[in-house]
């Protein structure tokens, strides 16, 4: 099925993550959803991608390469 949105917390301490992309359709990505990924390299963000709630990215210290494909900045 069409994912269009990641939950609040979704992979909230997933510590193994280092990796993330999300595909085409999803809009929404949650507060806090990746909060602790502290493994996470590299995240990739699709054109579609119009909301991002706060804190969603926080606590990445090897975060090294971010993507966005939306021409537009999401919120």
């Known amino acids: ?13 997933c ?12 809009t929404r990505v949650g507060e806090f959803a990746f909060v602790g990924c502290q493994a996470m390299q590299e995240l990739v963000l699709p054109s579609t991608l119009a909301t991002i ?15 966005i494909y939306a021409i537009t900045p999401p919120i």
Do not use: C, H, K
């Open 53 to 67: 709630g706060s804190g969603a990215f926080i606590d990445l210290p090897y975060l090294q390469n971010v993507v």
């Open 15 to 26: 510590s193994q993550l280092t990796s993330v992309t999300l595909p085409e359709g999803v």
């Open 1 to 13: 099925y069409l994912v269009t949105s990641v939950a609040p917390l979704a992979f909230r301490m």
